[in-house]
Nanobody, 126 residues
């Protein structure tokens, strides 16, 4: 089992920045790919970004590419999502998710992820 807890959400004005963190406990963290998903009001949950177990490979949704950066510190069992140039459309609940084991290529679908956090709210005002 892997337990995931997100933090760092909040309210920010458009063009601002936020840094989300995902803290993991349980099984050996560096055996798992980790991703961020988000669910905006009235919409389905969607893929945002993913990082491989080693930190060597990353993947981003087109909507956040160039603005968001995902990274991980396996020594501290954490994954971060640096979000810059935020837009009102980025308003959503952001979820951290981890795979059961490494997947090649990185998964974008929810079904690829076995463990989920409860989410943290990000609100971007115009």
């Amino acid at each position: 089992q892997v337990q995931l807890v997100e933090s760092g959400g909040g309210m920010v004005q458009a063009a601002g920045s936020l840094r989300l963190s995902c803290a993991a406990s349980g099984r050996t963290f560096d055996e798992h790919d980790v991703a961020w998903f988000r669910r905006a009001p009235g919409k389905d949950r969607e893929f945002v970004a993913a990082v491989a177990w080693s930190g060597s490979f990353t993947d981003y949704a087109d909507s956040v590419k160039g603005r968001f950066t995902i990274s991980r510190d396996n020594g501290k069992n954490t994954v971060s999502l640096q979000m810059n140039s935020l837009k009102p459309d980025d308003t959503a609940v952001y979820y951290c998710a981890a795979t059961y084991g490494p997947i090649i290529p990185l998964a974008r679908g929810e079904s690829g992820y076995a463990y989920w956090g409860r989410g943290t709210q990000v609100t971007v005002s115009s």
